[in-house]
């Protein structure tokens, strides 16, 4: 088989995978469903997955590229220190709608469903993205104190309050309620703008907030 | 059977249910194995709970008990607006405490788990739980607001960042990891603190802020 065909397999197996996993759970997943969805051979599944674990493992793992697109952006936006108010408010937007990625949600819930069976995992994909992203924003945070535009002592608690003001609400929203959806776009914006907001006054120094409009 | 002894089976049942709910998932969950674990027949479990669905929907609901304390403590507490600083002190930290219960963390993940098999049940928790101390804590912003002591123009959207400061951190880290007891006492009264002063530096007025030390 060519490598192009083989890789197109692989890509629907944890396709498949992903979809029978939130559907039934990492226990009522079986391998040979997997492959009957994926329209493969239960072979092929486990020519290309040692075993259901690792499939689950690479599935969660896959999602870290899109951290790691999600913190060159944070770096870029706070490169120039010139317009930090409106990065705030960018930033704000940006996060929310990726962390109410339907496919993201669901993947959330699964990972906080099967963290006892897999503690590990877990841990990892919390480590690889969650606490990644709020490094790097800690790290620029850091660069503002400097500049002396935030006062924010411990930059990466600062990081952690700017993501759990914008993400509470909507998030357990999402998580409790299994709505994908639970707020309007405009709704969403409103929640960034008024989470930047709380964060500036919370954090900023004078000199930032004598940019403010 | 006397009302005693009914009463002690019922909750013996609703103990064990809860345990082999955690451990087994609500699918991989036999009510024959529930009425094993609690030592009464499967008979005496089916008297006191239709089916596993309201066996399931009956224990989360026992813990709107613990909300309603939170709730009557909070008013307590903020009706005294002389000492209102302090209290978003002893706020935070309450929080934190009651959040953190591992037996409280085990059951937010099983509701998360399931919240798309039953989006009625998840929904019922997180609104006449999430929801209802957050409307609470609001109210008394409200009060604050009138005060002079607050600015909270969008009192529920305060209160929502009041605790998703706080309970960001701490909550995802057990949600992601399966670990009940992720941070020491000393760690979360820090987080506590800070999260009550980011929050005061955001909503307080200078009245507010003139008193703190």
């Given at each position: 088989m060519s490598r192009g065909a083989s890789a197109t397999k692989h890509k629907a197996v944890l396709d498949a995978a992903l979809g029978v996993f939130l559907e039934k759970g990492y226990l009522g997943t079986s391998m040979d469903e997997i492959a009957a969805k994926a329209g493969v051979s239960k072979q092929t599944v486990y020519k290309h997955f040692a075993d259901k674990e690792r499939l689950f493992a690479e599935i969660l793992l896959a999602t870290v590229d899109e951290v790691e697109r999600l913190v060159r952006w944070i770096v870029e936006e706070f490169d120039d220190?010139?317009?930090?108010?409106?990065?705030?408010?960018?930033?704000?937007?940006?996060?929310?709608?990726?962390?109410?990625?339907?496919?993201?949600?669901?993947?959330?819930?699964?990972?906080?469903?099967?963290?006892?069976?897999?503690?590990?995992?877990?841990?990892?994909?919390?480590?690889?993205?969650?606490?990644?992203?709020?490094?790097?924003?800690?790290?620029?945070?850091?660069?503002?104190?400097?500049?002396?535009?935030?006062?924010?002592?411990?930059a990466l608690v600062a990081a952690n309050h700017f993501v759990g003001m914008l993400l509470w609400i909507p998030v357990n929203n999402a998580m409790f309620t299994g709505n994908e959806k639970p707020f309007t776009e405009a709704e969403l914006n409103r929640l960034a703008k008024a989470s930047a907001d709380a964060f500036l006054r919370a954090y900023a120094t004078v000199d930032l907030k004598r940019i403010r409009p």
């Open positions: 220190v010139r317009k930090v108010e409106q990065t705030f408010d960018r930033l704000a937007q940006r996060f929310l709608v990726a962390l109410m990625e339907p496919r993201l949600l669901r993947l959330r819930r699964l990972v906080i469903a099967n963290a006892d069976r897999f503690p590990q995992l877990g841990r990892t994909w919390y480590e690889s993205g969650f606490e990644r992203v709020l490094e790097t924003l800690a790290e620029c945070f850091k660069r503002l104190n400097s500049a002396g535009m935030l006062h924010a002592e411990n």
